[in-house]
C-alpha cells in the first residue's frame, strides 16, 4: 500500500507523436465539420448557389472559429472523461493536474487556448519540457497541469 511512486513525466517525443496520431482523428472531424457547413449552404442556397457563393469575411471567420471550437471539444472531452485523447491512449500518456487529479474543465479549456500558441511560437512551449526541473511544457506550468506515463500492464 505505501508503494505509492510520482508518475515520471511524459516527453517531447511521445507528446508530438501521440499529437501526431491525434491529427488522423482530428483530419476526419474536419472532413466531416466540412460536410457539415456544405450541406448547410446547400440546403440555404441550393445545390447551384452552394458551389458559386463566395463567402464573406464574416462567414470565414465564424466557420473557422467553429471548427476551433468542435476540435478543442475532442480534446476538452477526452481529458475530462478519462485525461487521454486515442492518441495519449496509444502512447501510454495522461493529463492530471499537479495533484494528481483530473483536470478542471477550465484548465482544459486554457490548454486548448495556450498549445496552439506554444506550437505558433516556433514549438517553444513544447521544447520547454525539455528543461528541468518540471521537463514540463509550457501551456503545462501555465495551466498546473502535467503529462505523465501511464504504466503498462506487464505480463499480458
Not at 508503494?3 to 472532413?31: E, Q, V, W
Not at 486548448?112 to 518540471?134: N, R
Amino acid at each position: 500500500m505505501g508503494n505509492h511512486t510520482t508518475p515520471k513525466t511524459a516527453g517531447l517525443f511521445r507528446r508530438l507523436t501521440s499529437l501526431t496520431y491525434d491529427c488522423f482523428l482530428l483530419f476526419a472531424i474536419t472532413m466531416a465539420y466540412g460536410v457539415l457547413l456544405l450541406s448547410g449552404q446547400i440546403l440555404l442556397l441550393g445545390v447551384d448557389g452552394a458551389f458559386i457563393h463566395a463567402p464573406k469575411a464574416l462567414e470565414q471567420w465564424s466557420s473557422m472559429l467553429g471548427l476551433y471550437i468542435v476540435l478543442s471539444a475532442y480534446f476538452i472531452l477526452s481529458w475530462r472523461k478519462k485525461g487521454q485523447t486515442l492518441g495519449m491512449k496509444s502512447w501510454r500518456i495522461k493529463l492530471e493536474t499537479n495533484g494528481v487529479n483530473d483536470p478542471s474543465p477550465s484548465q482544459c479549456i486554457s490548454r486548448c487556448i495556450l498549445a496552439p500558441v506554444s506550437m505558433a511560437i516556433g514549438g517553444v512551449g513544447f521544447f520547454w519540457c525539455l528543461l528541468p526541473p518540471s521537463y514540463s511544457c509550457l501551456h503545462d506550468l501555465i495551466t498546473s497541469t502535467r503529462v505523465v506515463l501511464v504504466p503498462g500492464n506487464r505480463g499480458s
